[in-house]
Antibody, heavy 120, light 110 residues
Framework: EVQLAESGGGLVQPGGSLRLSCVAS????????MHWIRQAPGKGLVWVAR????????NYADSVKGRFTISRDNAQNTVYLQMDSVRAEDTAVYYC?????????????WGRGTLVTVSS | QSVLTQPPSTSETPGQSVTISCSGS????????VNWFQQFPGTAPNLIIY???QRPSGVPDRFSASKSGSSASLAISGLQSEDEADYYC???????????FGGGTKLTVL
């Protein structure tokens, strides 16, 4: 059974840092691009970042470029999101998601999400 | 960065059909495939349509979708109360090198 489990969310002060993790199981992790997607309370889905199977290609949404860093460890079946210089507008539930093989944004499995709250 | 436009809400009675539109541009929908997601309150989204019109296994054939030019649409026939949810379209954008989601459409089954 495919599973994605995010962790690392919590309360962080503006300007602070947080590292999210997403542990995958039930599939060949190294075969799939992985993405982070967020959803602010009561708002819609917003794409954050993606990382290629071997980590060589990475893309970010303009709103997080230069502040967030996506990475992965295929030996640990884990994708990370390092969040630096966080702002109030980064408050959201953060989901990691797997992409269907051969697709760029058909997210067929999602984690349950981890809540990040940026507040002083 | 959300440049896919969806109506914020729509409603219909059980048994009827509804269509949700998703409007984009030449750099996203026109050149790339569209995917659709269903989300219930407090839960993660579920993929219900991929590659413009393909249904993952387990998704009822009451759900269908199409794409024409820079627009796409999701159709739900034989509406049931359990279809009440938020629906999102998504596509890759070649100019932004980013995934774009629509703003979401809240479907109410009256």
């Amino acid at each position: 059974e495919v599973q994605l489990a995010e962790s690392g969310g919590g309360l962080v002060q503006p300007g602070g840092s947080l590292r999210l993790s997403c542990v995958a199981s039930g599939f060949t992790f190294s075969s799939h691009w992985m993405h982070w997607i967020r959803q602010a309370p009561g708002k819609g889905l917003v794409w954050v970042a993606r990382i290629e199977k071997d980590g060589r290609t990475i893309n970010y949404a303009d709103s997080v470029k230069g502040r967030f860093t996506i990475s992965r460890d295929n030996a640990q079946n884990t994708v990370y999101l390092q969040m630096d210089s966080v702002r109030a507008e980064d408050t959201a539930v953060y989901y990691c998601a797997r992409v269907v093989l051969g697709s760029r944004n058909a997210f067929d499995f999602w984690g349950r999400g981890t809540l990040v709250t940026v507040s002083s | 960065q959300s440049v896919l436009t969806q109506p914020p809400s729509t409603s219909e009675t059980p048994g009827q059909s509804v269509t949700i539109s998703c409007s984009g541009s030449s750099s996203n929908i026109e050149k790339n495939t569209v995917n659709w997601f269903q989300q219930f309150p407090g839960t993660a989204p579920n993929l219900i349509i991929y590659r413009n019109d393909q249904r993952p296994s387990g998704v009822p054939d009451r759900f269908s979708a199409s794409k024409s030019g820079s627009s796409a649409s999701l159709a739900i026939s034989g509406l049931q109360s359990e279809d009440e949810a938020d629906y999102y379209c998504a596509a890759w954008d070649d100019t932004l090198n980013a995934v774009l989601f629509g703003g979401g459409t809240k479907l109410t089954v009256l």
